[in-house]
């Protein structure tokens, strides 16, 4: 006979659940408006993400931590393999073809994840001291946690993506706690050392950094700057959105989706999203510093806010010439399948250890 612990439904987040339907709402509106057959696979999307986050919120993770190790190197050897036998697409190596299926895998989609309940697996196991941090051997050791997979990502080349395993791993470190001497010294190894950085960057980034740098945008940018500013305070009608219905705008579903928007329900449509964005980001910053203490809550949390910010940050800033093209999609808001899934994942493990946080799960059959 299963029992139900009530608690279960009595912590559950559901400010979560409110403040992610009209993100996914407008964007099937949006898709389904401009190109019908892509809302139908995106309908597809949402139900393996809904299923996809059911099973990560049935999971007992707490009670299987000793799996998170071996999913973290499952997924760096993935990583691995992509170097050895990945699938080049307009230039990248970035792919595993699953075979006898026809389909690709992305294994740096899937590290973000494994990074996350990596780190959350070792501050648990080791917490810092509650009043210095982490001092500088235990930042080594985590650090390496965290550079390896941004390493073997940036070696696809995907740049974008390693700097944002960058900038999650370290944003969570900086949150749940390290010893400020540490973040000073690479600040100034940062200054020195970014002349070589740049040297070794591949033409294609360069050129999106001096696209960026230049006094006139790239098309693409230019693009959906019009759109942007064709939409006025309230946007047009779908008969007058010409820059995403004239393909004028492109891939106006994913990388640029925020310019169609905007072109179609104007300033306030935009204010609006950012301002859903801002109360999710607050939203698991105050969950983290309610449940302080519990470290895995409060990594997967930090985590989240960090994406959300990052992702939406840099790609909002691009689509007006902020920021250099890199691809970085709107989350829970572009189309496609991958970063969706991530986000699902992720919410799904949160959720189950927000839920659950009260719980023996000998008193529950799962």
Known sequence: MIQIDRRIFTHFDYI????????????????????????NRELIYFIAGFV???????FPI?????LIPLFYWFNIALLILVELFGVTKLGAKRWLEIPFFHLSLQPSELMKPALILMLGFLI???????????????????SFYILLPAFLIYQEPDLGTALMV???????LFVIGVNYRIWVTILVLIALISPFVYSSLKDYQKKRIAD?????????????IIAIGSGGLYGKEKEHATQAHMKFLPIATSDFIFAFLVERFGFWGGVLLIAIYTLLILHFMMVTLYMKGDYLIQVVSTSLALLFFLYASVNIAMTMGYAPVVGIPLPLFSYGGSSFITFMVLMGIYEHLVAFRYKKYDSVLL
Not at 16 to 39: D, G, K, R, T
Not at 62 to 66: A, C, G, V
Not at 212 to 224: C, E, N
């Open 62 to 66: 707490r009670r299987f931590l000793w």
């Open 16 to 39: 979560l659940v409110l403040l992610i339907a009209p993100i996914l709402s407008i964007s099937f509106y949006l898709v389904n408006e401009l190109y019908p057959a892509l809302a």
């Open 52 to 58: 996809v986050f059911v099973i990560m919120f049935l």
């Open 124 to 142: 648990y196991e080791k917490s810092p001291p509650s009043e210095s941090g982490y001092g500088i051997k235990a930042f080594a050791k985590l």
């Open 212 to 224: 960026f740098l230049s006094t006139k945008p790239s098309y693409h940018v230019r693009q959906s």
């Open 166 to 172: 960058i900038f999650l791993g370290f944003g969570i």
